[in-house]
């Protein structure tokens, strides 16, 4: 390995968290290269296929569009379900740190990530992302909140029943430097909840955030940049890469923007499908989703992916405040 990689290496390990439709034209078959000159993109002719039928605990969720609502097309626009104000104040950073999504593992080298990370100092206060009672506060060393006691270190998970949503809903907060509430406490969305830290299985200060539905537990987790209100000006994408069977199948998605028309040649993201070998990471119960990534700017996007010696390409929108949703179609 080269010196540099080994070191970005080495710095991504010590910042992590735990050690231990319609088709999408295949535009371009074989002689692909990987330089895209920033020319306008042409729209992809799209055929229509409807979006697959929504799962049961769709039923469960009468406010909420449902994956039906996208009619027929790879691509569609709902409100989405964003609850969850940011749990780090405008006095810090409340990017996601997109090393170590959710659904992650970093090639293997870390645990399937559950949650998001919000790298800040030690010591920043943690905000309530919602109404809540606190459930939880305090070391998990002897209490079992994910695969292993003492994961999180100092920790607060916070209950909620809020309006228009049926499920009981669960936000998580790990690492910090110290809980600043005690467990059967009602807190309101953006108080103090504790402060940033590195305590449990953490290397280097950050918040660990996670969203779980309907129950308490690691296996109930859903990917928090579905739930977070998008930053302002921003919205969130969610997708599904699929074989021509509708099942799921993995890939790296590269996100570019279209500006006036003229495709910019700088990536904005690369997303992975979720890992999912070893052990099942949860999509959302209506969007169904491999892959999402949240805060994109609001604007028109290419995706872009290779499979099979193949470039698959789809340009999409982004809207202030809602979630985009996408079908891609591999062969
Ligand atoms: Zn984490």
């Not at 799962?55 to 994956?67: D, F, N, Q």
């Not at 209950?159 to 809903?169: A, I, K």
């Not at 599904?240 to 910019?264: A, F, W, Y």
């Not at 028109?300 to 079908?327: D, F, H, P, W």
């Amino acid at each position: 390995m080269r010196p540099l990689l080994r070191l970005a290496l080495v710095i991504v390990l010590m910042t992590g968290c735990a050690p231990s439709a319609p088709d999408l034209t295949p535009l371009i078959q074989a002689a692909v290269t990987e330089t895209v000159q920033p020319t306008a993109t042409p729209v992809p002719t799209l055929t229509a296929t409807p979006f697959p039928a929504p799962s049961a605990t769709v039923e469960t969720r009468p406010p909420e569009p449902s994956a039906q609502a996208c009619g027929e097309g790879p691509v569609c626009s709902l409100d989405g379900h964003f609850p969850f104000q940011r749990p780090i104040g405008s006095t810090g950073k409340q990017v996601i740190e997109r090393s170590y999504p959710y659904g992650s593992t970093l090639d293997g080298m870390l645990e399937l990530h559950h949650g998001v990370e919000f790298y800040n100092a030690q010591g920043t206060p943690i905000l309530a992302a919602a109404d809540g009672t606190v459930i939880f506060a305090g070391d998990d060393k002897l209490t079992l909140l994910s695969w292993v006691t003492g994961y999180y270190g100092n920790v607060v998970v916070l209950e909620h029943h809020l309006p228009g949503l049926p499920e009981t809903l669960y936000t998580l907060y790990g690492h910090q430097y110290q809980v600043n509430v005690t467990a059967g406490q009602e807190v309101g969305v953006g108080e103090v909840i504790g402060y940033v830290g590195a305590t449990g299985s953490a290397r280097g200060s950050h918040l660990h955030f996670e969203v779980r539905v309907s129950n308490n537990d690691y296996k109930s987790n859903r990917n928090p940049e579905l739930w977070l209100q998008p930053l302002p000006g921003t919205g969130a994408l969610a997708g599904r890469i699929e074989d021509p069977g509708g099942g799921l199948t993995k890939g790296k998605v590269n996100i570019q923007r279209i500006e006036n028309g003229v495709l910019n040649p700088f990536s904005v993201a690369a997303v992975e499908t979720y890992a999912n070998a070893a052990q099942p990471i949860n999509p959302d119960d209506i969007y169904q989703e491999n892959f999402a990534i949240g805060d994109l700017p609001a604007g028109e996007y290419r995706l872009s992916l290779m499979n099979n010696g193949a470039l698959y390409e789809q340009v999409i929108k982004i809207e202030a405040g809602r979630l985009t949703l996408v079908r891609l179609v591999v062969r």
